[in-house]
């Protein structure tokens, strides 16, 4: 797909159709696309490279921007292979070429490339300048954003942020899709825990003005950038985006799924707030763990299993919790044939979370839904709309 920023910077990214699994854990149905840059002037710098699987395609994007001229600099926003795998390529392609990136990107250079650095690298720091002649790139550190060396780039002359990671999203470039529902997804799964790292790199965006966001993944952004800022804002904040509720349910038999259900239908007699539901065994975890934190409150719901938890919703607490799960309202169904544990580990998830609000009352279900359960459920979803 035909990317256009400017006369002297290029896009020379690739798109990938066939990636069934990024990170080989999250479900990419439309694909992926890994984006490289390239800024045209007196010096020549290459922002990034791509993943090992669109080499080919990489390389005939960049020999054609280049036409016929040899590249001065690459630069290493951040070195996960995703976007590194072709650094050895280009550095032997291109004898004289200087590679930049900050210190903690060439101490971890050699983890993934045998090559001889020695008078082949630049090292910047915070606020250093690279002068490309008319262009010149500014470089910000932006560490566990979500790796410890990433950096982003702001080109002053067209006003270009090269964001690495940042405003990334899941999907090929040729996708019409909606720009938040697979960014809020790619955020929260990949770069959810560092909600403080990316509040730093907002605080140093704000002083900068910036008329472009080219980000390593998604599409280049141009218009409405405030849109997309707030968004960061909110998510990085780990404050709601949606004043609603989303129901999170596990069901071994569907007993546990219709006590989910009757509250839902309860919910939605009881107010016009935005309600989700998700049955944790068949929906994508990763749109799961997007929605828990979009919306304001959550409902768990799981029967206990094998003295425990059932699985699948352990998993889900787990990468709640690891992705640093905060400030919501949360409600709890439990079921349990004999012995009931569910709602116990639960709560102690939940109760090993910052600013977690667990209801006072919580529903405890014997095998199939009963009529006292109808009316606890009643209480329980005034007790979350509270």
């Known amino acids: 797909m035909k990317v256009t920023i400017s006369d002297s910077i290029k896009y020379i990214g690739v798109d990938d159709k066939t990636i069934d699994l990024f990170e080989s854990q999250y479900i990419v149905p439309n694909g992926v696309s890994y984006n490289s840059y390239i800024i045209l002037d007196e010096k020549i710098a290459v922002m ?106 702001y080109e002053s002359t067209e006003k270009v942020l090269f964001s690495a990671d940042g405003f990334g999203k899941f999907g090929a470039l040729d996708t019409d899709e909606d720009w938040a529902c697979e960014a809020r997804r790619y955020y929260f799964n990949i770069c959810g825990k560092y909600g403080a790292q990316v509040q730093a790199l907002l605080k140093k965006a704000a002083s900068l003005d910036i008329k472009t966001i080219c980000p390593l993944h998604g599409p280049v952004l141009t218009e409405n950038l405030s849109y997309y800022i707030n968004l960061y804002d909110t998510w990085s904040k780990y404050e709601p985006e949606t004043d609603g509720i989303f129901i999170a349910y596990a069901s071994i038999h569907g007993n546990t799924e219709k006590a989910a259900l009757k509250l839902y239908d309860i919910l939605k007699e009881k107010t016009d707030k935005k309600i989700s539901i998700a049955d944790l065994s068949r929906t994508d975890l990763a749109e799961d763990i997007e929605d828990a934190f979009r919306y304001s409150k959550m409902v768990l719901a799981a029967p206990t299993y094998d003295g425990g938890i059932f699985p699948i919703m352990n998993d889900f607490l787990h990468h709640l919790k690891i992705k640093g799960y905060k400030n919501r309202k949360v409600a709890i169904i439990e079921n349990g044939s004999w012995g009931p544990m569910a709602g116990k580990i639960m709560r102690e998830y939940m109760e090993d979370m910052k600013n977690i609000e667990i209801c006072p009352s919580s529903v405890t279900i014997r095998s199939a839904m009963k009529e006292e359960n109808i009316e606890q459920l009643s209480v329980l979803a005034e007790q979350i709309l509270a």
Do not use: C
């Open 48 to 153: 990034d490279t791509v993943d090992r699987r669109k080499t080919d395609e990489w390389i005939d994007n960049l020999e054609q921007a280049l036409d016929g001229r040899t590249p001065d600099y690459l630069i290493i926003s951040h070195l996960e292979p995703d976007h590194s795998s072709n650094i050895k390529l280009i550095y032997e392609k291109y004898p004289d070429i200087k590679l930049v990136g900050n210190a903690k990107t060439f101490n971890m250079l050699p983890q993934f490339f045998n090559i001889d650095l020695a008078n082949r690298t630049i090292t910047v720091k915070e606020g250093d300048i690279l002068d490309l002649g008319i262009h010149k790139l500014t470089f910000a550190m932006a560490p566990m954003v979500h790796w410890p060396e990433v950096m982003v780039e």
